[in-house]
């Protein structure tokens, strides 16, 4: 009897894993505030069979960010990022949050379902960055290794360079504001999120300290039309590609699940 009813098991268990996706992973609502402004996209959107490898070095590598379709197909690792299967896998770790300003000065440590149940929540409006903790980036590889091991990595590489993953989870509201780096890709696996970007000579005019709402709502609506940024609102399935020291700058619009692939 034992053995006949293991195939009942995993078949119940994948139909919870699938439905888990189609709502969202269960990481929001219907009645879960989001924010409906996905605004426009003026980046490149382009679909696998549009873009080699060779037409990604020469026409974006070096010079301007763009939105890749299709070009990896992560349905395992977004069933395996529900909030039902990361609770019960990583309930219990500990994940390092950081506040949501330009420079992150202050980071503490809580269990990961302590930052689920009781600090995952929208942005408030008036919030400044230094106070909004927000999971992403210092992840424990060790500990996550078995999820991260799951993930298709983006396929096209700079010449000289490897991937380091960063991985979060994100209220609705919540981003990180304008900064910049080295290059690399953001994808997201529950939830939208909406990148702002300028070049690395032309620096956003913002405060370090105020939260990518707040700019987007004062800020960004009074912008002249040679300051206006270049951006996108992606979605699951899809890859933003940012060039070195490329200013940015992210808003969730959703409760997110995402993670960056830096090139380093």
């Not at 139909?15 to 219907?30: R, V, Y």
């Not at 070096?62 to 690792?77: A, E, I, Q, W």
């Not at 390092?96 to 379902?113: E, G, H, I, W």
């Amino acid at each position: 009897m034992e053995l006949k009813a293991a195939p009942l098991v995993l078949f119940c268990f994948l139909c919870g894993l699938k439905a888990d996706s189609e709502d969202g992973g269960g990481w929001s609502l219907p009645s879960d505030f989001s924010l409906q402004d996905e605004g426009v996209c003026n980046i490149d959107v382009l679909d696998a069979s549009q873009l080699s490898y060779q037409q990604f070095i020469q026409r974006y590598a070096y010079s301007r960010p763009v939105v890749l379709r299709g070009f990896t197909d992560n349905t395992k690792f977004q069933l395996l990022c529900s909030k039902s299967t990361l609770l019960k896998e990583f309930g219990s770790r500990t994940v390092k949050l950081s506040t949501a300003n330009t420079y992150s000065y202050r980071k503490v440590d809580v269990p990961f379902q302590q930052y689920v149940e009781l600090l995952l929540r929208p942005q408030a409006a008036e919030a400044l960055g230094s106070d909004t903790l927000y999971f992403f980036g210092d992840n424990n590889f060790t500990e996550w290794q078995s999820l991260f091991d799951q993930y298709e990595s983006p396929p096209f590489v700079l010449p000289n360079t490897s991937g380091a993953f960063s991985f979060g989870i994100a209220g609705a509201g919540t981003g990180v504001p304008f900064h910049w780096h080295g290059p690399g890709y953001s994808e997201v696996i529950y939830g939208r999120k909406r990148w702002f970007l300028f070049p690395p000579d032309k620096e956003p005019h913002f405060h370090p300290n105020r939260t990518t709402l707040s700019w987007v709502t004062e800020t960004y609506p009074n912008l002249p039309e040679e300051e206006a940024p270049m951006e996108c609102t992606i979605r699951p399935g899809e890859l933003l590609y940012f060039p070195d020291r490329w200013w940015h700058a992210t808003l969730n619009l959703d409760t997110s699940v995402f993670i960056s692939t830096f090139l380093g």
